[in-house]
């Protein structure tokens, strides 16, 4: 339809609408004029009398946190920030977009007010919230019990965009009560809170497979469409990822219906409605473009601004290195100290982004596997040998190609499960693949079998059909870290990678594929992350070699852009500083040690507590 007479007189309408409202005579003029960093009274307002525009506490609470020496009372703030959809100042100039409100908890300094000003803490994901500070403080914040950190510093936490604010630990029924509601209001109208990012579109087409599989791919035959789903796409579905049963995850079939179920269900659920919010001039917005890095680190100085604070610390662990890094080369003037504990990689590229998360997993497999060998040579009785060694790689790579398809299935998921949870579970990884290598029982194998989803799915005929809401745990990693990178990946590019991948680091592939995917079936337009690096900030940026989540190379990568910065290196395994539930365990033989004279084991665990406590 051409644009006729009615409709022009219409747009001019809506333009003159637009135009009368003097903007600084609105009740939002306040925000805007903040928002355009006009406002001169900033000083006024603090950790506990935030600027109401911006930020109301409506919950204070007291509470007895245990600490290392002894239980502290926190006061600790909850309440609703209000930000604006879309942080654009050119946007500005011409419409409003719309507002949002985001929850966020502070811990004041146990010495007010805090001379340090405030810490935001941000605890990865990106999915985590804002009980991350909280969760921090009580240990991990205060390693020596000296309060150093909680004392000075208020600490601040958020729920980034998509975050469920139903779900939090502390704020629910039982607790402190359900979440108050947002009490701003925009053109008369309560504003609501950001909607929480999860995708189970496919879940209505499920009941009509044939309708489904049109969407998927064009299939010639019922024989045929009939096949493909029970083979491959319903079995996908209900796991919510591929099965490990029979290898299925190293197989190209799977992998390529996995692709495209991922993209269906991204691309569906980004266009429900629920994500659609209505500006004040009644443009549509979709807010599953704006769930950035970059919008979260402008809500959070939104924060800082709210509270009058000169400047912001940061903790940010895993994907929070990335709000972290991201926030200081936007806002370096305000950036004040800032660690980065298990370094995200900076570089805003699909391919880097999910290859670093394969290296990642790889490089832990490969320490377990050294420290497995090593056991062989040094001088340790029979039982604490580790049973696979010698040649553990080769062991588990003949079970894997081996003509037992459980086995190897056991194995498979069992090596992935490992690499996350590496003390607890490494010994009893190795006493499988030496019982699958050798068909002889070797103790510990048959324990850690039932905690496998391959092993109950073979010894029960049922499968999982438990419902999800968020069906592959996808959907906020997507509308984050797919807005976030460039370069997406189609299908045949995809498997392409896939192909390379699984030869180099074939545990990592397991994992690293799914990001992969995440990122490259999101639709929304990629907004890259800036550049993250400042010539002036003394960051400590913390590397791991061991570590599942963040390949090592990440934080020297990071070092380069922080030239002021410090690297420290975390030779063992898992995140270096995140161990607030060994902190008082370690703190406690470590004085027994010393009051005895004599210098405690060297363990993983203290060998993290030393690293923790030389940082914090
Ligand atoms: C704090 O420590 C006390 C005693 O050590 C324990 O009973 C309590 O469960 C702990 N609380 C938390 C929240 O960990
Ligand atoms: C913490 O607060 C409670 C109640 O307000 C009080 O009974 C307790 O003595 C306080 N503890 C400390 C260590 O200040
Ligand atoms: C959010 O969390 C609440 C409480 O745990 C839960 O009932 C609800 O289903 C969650 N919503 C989503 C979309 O996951
Ligand atoms: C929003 O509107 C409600 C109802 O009109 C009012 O009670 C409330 O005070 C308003 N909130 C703010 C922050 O002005
Ligand atoms: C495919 O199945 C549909 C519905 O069961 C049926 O109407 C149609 O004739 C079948 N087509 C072929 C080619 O078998
Ligand atoms: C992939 O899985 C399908 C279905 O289970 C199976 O028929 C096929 O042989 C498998 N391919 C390989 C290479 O294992
Ligand atoms: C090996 O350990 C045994 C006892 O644990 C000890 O007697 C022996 O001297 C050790 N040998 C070496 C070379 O350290
Ligand atoms: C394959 O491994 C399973 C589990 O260890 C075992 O129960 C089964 O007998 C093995 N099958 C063959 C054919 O060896
Ligand atoms: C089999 O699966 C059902 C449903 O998932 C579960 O309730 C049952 O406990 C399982 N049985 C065993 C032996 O694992
Ligand atoms: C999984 O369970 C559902 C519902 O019980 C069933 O329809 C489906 O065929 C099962 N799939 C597999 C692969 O066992
Ligand atoms: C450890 O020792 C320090 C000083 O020697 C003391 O302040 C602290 O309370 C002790 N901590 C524990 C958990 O025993
Ligand atoms: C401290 O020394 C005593 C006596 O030498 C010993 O029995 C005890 O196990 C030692 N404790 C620690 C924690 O090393």
């Not at 290898?247 to 569906?268: D, G, H, I, Q």
């Not at 490992?418 to 010994?427: Q, S």
């Amino acid at each position: 339809m051409r644009c006729s007479q009615w409709c022009f007189l219409l747009l001019v309408l809506i333009l003159e609408i637009v135009a009368s409202c003097d903007w600084d005579d609105c009740d939002e003029g306040m925000s805007l004029r903040q928002l355009r960093g006009q406002k001169t009274s900033q000083a006024a307002w603090s950790f506990e009398k935030p600027d109401p525009e911006l930020l109301i506490w409506d919950r204070i609470m007291h509470s007895a946190l245990n600490s290392t020496t002894g239980r502290v009372n926190r006061t600790i703030y909850n309440g609703w920030l209000k930000v604006p959809l879309v942080h654009d100042p050119a946007l500005m100039e011409f419409e409003m977009p719309p507002y949002v409100c985001l929850r966020v908890r502070g811990l004041a300094a146990l010495k007010p007010p805090a001379k340090n000003g405030p810490m935001l803490a941000h605890c990865g994901g990106p999915g985590s919230g804002r009980d991350c500070a909280m969760t921090m403080s009580a240990a991990n914040f205060d390693i020596d019990g000296r309060h150093a950190i909680i004392s000075d510093f208020d600490l601040l936490s958020i729920d980034q965009r998509g975050v469920n604010t139903s779900s939090d630990r502390y704020e629910r029924a039982g607790k402190w009560g359900e979440v108050p509601p947002c009490p701003f209001n925009l053109s008369g109208r309560p504003l609501s809170r950001f909607p929480t990012i999860y995708c189970d579109e496919i879940a209505k087409y499920v009941e009509e497979p044939r309708k489904l599989m049109k969407l998927l791919t064009p299939i010639q035959g019922n024989a045929s469409v009939e096949h493909h789903w029970k083979t491959y796409v319903e079995p996908i579905w209900r796991s919510g990822k591929i099965p490990y049963a029979d290898m299925a995850p190293t197989n190209e079939t799977f992998v390529r219906w996995y692709y495209r179920l991922v993209k269906l269900e991204n691309s569906l659920c980004y266009e429900t409605p629920r994500y659609k919010m209505r500006a004040p001039n009644g443009r549509v917005y979709n807010a599953m473009q704006f769930a950035s890095t970059v919008d979260c680190a402008h809500d959070i100085d939104l924060l800082r601004r709210a509270i009058g604070a000169d400047r912001m610390s940061w903790y940010g662990a895993s994907y929070g290195t990335s709000v972290a890094g991201v926030y200081a080369s936007i806002f370096p003037e305000v950036t004040h100290r800032v660690v980065m504990d298990g370094a995200v990689n900076p570089r805003p590229d699909t391919e880097a982004r999910s290859g670093s998360c394969a290296n990642g997993i790889q490089a832990v497999w490969g320490g377990i596997e050294k420290d497995c060998e090593t056991s062989l040579v040094r001088n340790l009785s029979a039982d604490e040998v580790c049973p696979a060694a010698p040649r553990v790689s080769s062991k588990a790579l003949h079970v894997l190609k081996g003509s037992n398809r459980t086995e190897a299935s056991y194995l498979l998921e069992l090596m992935l499960f490992t690499v996350f949870h590496a003390e607890a579970l490494a010994p009893l990884a190795m006493a499988c693949i030496e019982q699958f290598y050798s068909g002889k029982e070797v103790e510990g194998c048959n324990k850690v079998l039932p905690m496998l989803s391959s092993y109950r799915i073979a010894s029960n005929s049922s499968n999982s059909t438990k419902a999800k809401k968020d069906r592959f745990g996808l959907a906020i990693q997507s509308a984050v870290m797919g807005t976030d990178s460039a370069g997406r990946f189609d299908e045949e590019e995809f498997i392409n990678w896939w192909r390379r991948v699984k030869d180099t680091d074939p545990i990592g592939s397991l994992w690293a594929k799914n990001w992969m995917v995440a990122m490259s079936t999101w639709p929304a337009y990629a907004r890259p992350v800036p550049p993250v690096a400042d010539a002036g900030i003394e960051a400590v940026i913390i590397g791991n070699l061991h570590d599942p989540n963040t390949a090592y190379e990440n934080a020297q990568l990071l070092k380069r852009n922080f030239p002021e910065g410090y690297l420290v290196t975390w030779q063992g395994y898992g995140h270096c500083l995140t161990v607030p539930q060994h902190a008082m365990t370690l703190l406690k033989s470590y004085n027994k040690s010393k009051a005895n004279n004599t210098l405690p084991e060297y363990t993983n665990g203290v060998a993290k507590y030393a690293c923790m406590s030389k940082i914090l």
